[in-house]
């Protein structure tokens, strides 16, 4: 199945009637690799698609999975508002947390393996160490990694609960420390919105949650869930659309983060892939001089050869090719040049090591 027809079967759920048996099969392996398939199934439930029985148990399975996973993400957000709430410091819930706790569209059907809180920086101390007492422990060991976190990254090593097994990723800043634009955290902490019900945790403003789904689409160099971010984005975007001063506060925001480049991208992106009702004038302000735009361009057309979902997760080379140049492009973003030789190689020789047994048995990568 191409990209346009998942597209517009996702777009259009009441079309998928028309699926043969073994079209069936095509799209649902498509949207499962594409990290979709809560999302598909979400919406064949509500627009009350008849399906056949095959496809629905997979559907189903999906359907039920993404609800017990938000069940448990409101039960981790309570656990983590208990424990943090003593610091006395505020609690931003970010990406997938956020949009189910904050009750958005792009919430509905969604998976996700993890938790992503955003405190401000001079908190870490008394933040860690609280969540340690709460059961939650490191999962980097290695003093390498442990490094490459606090001194380099935007968040602290990812955390564990000892007993229910859920991640934590709390972080001080939406980009790394290295990184070449530098978004105002403190910005985002200060323009949040307490979620009802709880003492520490918060929501971001609208403007500043689209910005970082955003910015993590267009930083993050693994691409294999980037049709369900974008779908993410879509959905945020679409629920604003009608705002006659919304646009304009979304490009006020992107340029106070430094982020206008990656937010002109990803509209690109979301009118592009989903036909998102993007204003062509926010486009053009946040791309800029001629130049630039047509960077952003390539760009955006590099995302499209990549963006390209198959059943069997194998895309073509042509795909292979614009991810992989999409992922050196991350890194460049992420450090400059010396200190990313310098980490890649010293995660290079980790790996060989690893691989010949004379390295730590339980050292995973950052």
């Known amino acids: 199945m191409n990209r346009a027809s998942l597209l517009e079967l996702l777009k259009h759920p009441q079309r998928t009637t028309a699926l043969s048996p073994s079209g069936w099969t095509e799209f649902i392996a498509t949207a499962r690799n594409a990290n979709l398939l809560g999302k598909l199934a979400q919406r064949l439930h509500a627009a009350n ?153 918060r929501i971001p403003c609208d403007e500043d949650l689209i910005i970082h789904s955003m910015c993590h689409l267009a930083h993050e160099g693994e691409l294999h869930n980037a049709l369900r971010d974008l779908d993410d984005i879509d959905s945020l975007l679409r629920e604003h659309a009608d705002s006659p001063d919304f646009w304009d506060r979304l490009g006020d925001r992107a340029q106070l983060h430094d982020l206008a480049a990656p937010v002109a991208l990803c509209l690109m992106l979301a009118r592009q892939f989903f036909d998102t009702p993007v204003p062509e004038s926010l486009v053009l302000r946040l791309a800029g001089a001629d130049a630039d735009a047509a960077a952003i361009r390539r760009l955006a057309g590099l995302y499209d050869a990549a963006i390209v979902p198959d059943p069997e997760g194998r895309p073509p080379l042509r795909s292979l090719a614009a991810q992989l140049l999409i992922y050196i492009r991350s890194h460049w973003l992420r450090m400059p040049p010396r200190l990313l030789v310098q980490h890649l190689s010293r995660k290079a020789w980790q790996r060989l090591s690893l691989a010949s047994g004379a390295g730590p048995k339980n050292e995973q990568g950052a």
């Open 49 to 201: 698609v008849s399906v056949p029985a095959a496809p629905l148990r997979h559907l189903e399975g999906a359907r039920l999975l993404s609800e017990r996973q938000h069940h448990s993400v409101a039960w981790e957000a309570q656990c983590i508002d208990a424990t943090l709430a003593q610091t006395g410091e505020p609690v931003v819930l970010l990406k997938g947390a956020a949009y189910v706790l904050g009750r958005k569209a792009a919430g509905v059907g969604r998976l996700f393996g993890d938790i992503d809180v955003l405190v401000p920086p001079g908190s870490l101390g008394k933040v860690e160490i609280r969540l340690m007492a709460g059961g939650w422990t490191q999962m980097k060991s290695e003093a390498y990694d442990q490094r490459y976190y606090r001194e380099w990254m935007h968040e602290l090593p990812p955390m564990i609960h000892v007993r229910r097994g859920t991640v934590i990723d709390v972080h001080h800043t939406i980009l790394p420390l290295t990184a070449r634009s530098h978004p105002d955290a403190d910005a985002i902490i200060a323009h949040s919105k307490p979620l009802p019900g709880h003492r520490s945790l």
